[in-house]
């Protein structure tokens, strides 16, 4: 099952509005065949592996899958009726699909054919492999994760006359790999103004992989936003996204539903991220702190009143150049 969850990362940031999954197929204890979902609308990581496998070293083999086999139509055929049809007589999955319309009914349908079914192995794992789309099947929310580049003290902006950047180069390259686990990018009207960003993917290995550019969202209570902005001019202004006087609740749900985006990050500016956080729409924390103190007339990372602190689990602290990347899920 470890090597399914890794052959699932192969998949990462391009499966939306598809889990990622891995699988693998051992005959006489050895791997005969891997497999990974790589996008929506292509096969399933378990019909990938059957199809690479010689069709002679399937019958009597074993199957791990990190999740549930589906057992329904949907872009492809289910893949339960390609295991049976492969003579594959044991699967392992390690966890349930959180989509009621197939959750546990691979396991009665394989065992109805005759086939050994083990589920919850390595179950930790493989349920975290499918935060964001546990949440996306459930709620019609994306995941979130709210990112950002900080001071010190907390501030998103330097002092007037500085340069426009807090953080380091080596951060600013990481989070493009972070840009590349997403669907789209939320900012408000305010970060448009100012920084006239991009709000692009330009890390060539990650665009190489197939990655999608991410949509561009920018939220305005106003309007007021100049047209010659990068996201409305540059090449792919058809990928940029406006909404005028919406809540970020009711954005988040017109994302999901109407653009499919199971990952979303918020990217700024203050007012927004403090929104995201008061109205517990957060679920993941990527912030970069740089060795700087900027003082109080700067912009600070949630500009807003919170009725509680936020609090982080499964953190991890890493070096980035100069500064601390901080990660973590939030307690709602």
């Known amino acids: 099952m470890k090597v399914a969850l890794r052959e699932a990362m192969k998949g990462k940031g391009l499966t939306s509005p598809n889990p990622l999954v891995g ?27 059957i199809n690479k496998a010689p069709a002679k070293y399937l ?8 999740l549930e086999p589906c057992s329904t139509h949907g872009r492809t055929p289910p893949c339960a009726d390609s295991i049976v049809n492969a003579g594959i007589k044991r699967v392992v999955y390690g966890s349930k ?5 197939h959750r546990g009914k691979a396991k009665r349908l394989l065992k109805r054919k005759g086939i050994h079914v083990t589920e919850g192995i390595s179950q930790e794992g493989c349920t975290e492999l499918i935060r964001p789309f546990r949440k996306y099947i459930t709620t019609g929310l994306p995941w979130v994760v709210a990112k950002a580049g900080m001071s010190i003290d907390g501030r998103l902006t330097r002092p007037a006359k500085e340069s426009q950047w807090l953080t380091s180069k080596e951060s ?10 997403v669907d789209a990018i939320i900012v408000g009207a305010g970060t448009v103004r100012a920084d006239d960003p991009k709000l692009t993917i330009r890390d060539p290995n990650i665009l190489k992989r197939g990655k999608e550019q991410p949509w561009r969202v920018v939220l305005t209570r106003s309007g007021n936003l100049s047209d010659k902005a990068k996201v409305f001019t540059d090449r792919l202004n058809d990928r940029t996204l406006l909404y005028e006087r919406k809540s970020l609740k009711t ?31 957060v679920d993941e924390v ?30 991890t602290v890493k070096r980035i150049g100069e500064d601390l990347r901080v990660r973590g899920l939030v307690k709602n």
């Open 23 to 49: 699988c693998i197929i051992v005959k006489d204890g050895k791997i005969i065949s891997k497999g990974y979902h790589h996008n929506a609308g292509s096969p399933h990581a378990e019909v990938e592996a």
């Open 59 to 66: 019958k009597g083999s074993t199957l791990y899958v990190t």
């Open 97 to 101: 699909d959180p989509n009621p319309v």
């Open 172 to 181: 600013i390259a990481d989070a493009q790999k972070i840009r590349g686990e």
């Open 251 to 281: 954005v988040l749900k017109d994302l999901a539903g109407k653009y499919n985006c199971m990952n979303v990050m918020i990217e700024g500016g203050g007012k927004l991220l403090g929104e995201a956080f008061r109205n517990q729409l």
């Open 286 to 315: 990527c912030f970069y702190i740089a060795p700087i103190i900027c003082g109080t007339k700067c912009t600070p990372v949630a500009d807003i009143a919170f009725p509680s602190s936020v609090q982080l689990f499964d953190k």
